[in-house]
Each structure stands twice: as C-alpha cells, then as structure tokens.
C-alpha cells in the first residue's frame, strides 16, 4: 500500500536534526517494526503536489506551525485535493493542522 503524505509544516531545525522532518517521523513511527508501507511525501510549502487524489492509496496531511484560517496559496489546492480523497472514499489522516484541515 502506497501512502502519501502530504507535508504542510517544517519543524524546528533542532527537532529536524534530532527526529527528522514531520514527513520523517510518521514513517519511522508507522513502520517502526517492519515496512509494510511505502511512503511518498509530497512538500506542499515547497509546491510540490500529486498529479491527483489516486496517486497513492491512502493519505496523511502532517502538523504544521500554519493556522487553517490563515491565508496561504496552497491550503485551497489542498483543501480541493482533500475533499477529492473523501470523495472517492480513499483513508486519510490528519495530525493536528492536518486533521483541521480535513474537518473544515
């Protein structure tokens, strides 16, 4: 099962230095005893986006330091991307931002 995950947020350098990137510690959190996925993260902040919805099974939108209110160009692409995995009954997850993302 191919999971995507898609990075709104960078952590501190010092938490990047000691644990990873957000994208980094779901993967080592998620298949910490064995792979049994294969992750690709897609660097929203940096627009770096899926073609579409169906290029991975399932989906995780990370933390981010970001407010779901705040006025970004890329929360409507992913709210759109969002609403277009529900749509098509695909599992996602949000973690903190991520899952205020999903709800609004």
């Known amino acids: ?21 957000y994208a980094e510690m779901l993967i080592s959190l998620i298949n910490s005893k064995e792979e049994v996925f294969e992750f690709k993260t897609f660097n929203i902040l940096d ?25 970004h160009s890329w929360i409507p692409t992913v709210s759109e991307l969002i609403n277009d995995i529900y749509q098509a009954s695909l599992p996602i997850f949000g973690v903190c931002f991520g899952h205020q993302l999903i709800a609004q």
Not at 3 to 13: C, E, F, K, M, N
Not at 51 to 71: A, F, M, Q, R
């Open 47 to 71: 627009s770096v986006f899926p073609k579409n919805h169906l290029e991975c099974d399932g989906w995780i939108v990370t933390g981010s330091p970001h407010g779901v209110y705040e006025e």
């Open 1 to 21: 099962m191919k999971i995507g995950i898609l990075l709104v947020g960078r952590a501190t350098d010092d938490l990047v230095e000691k644990y990873g990137t």
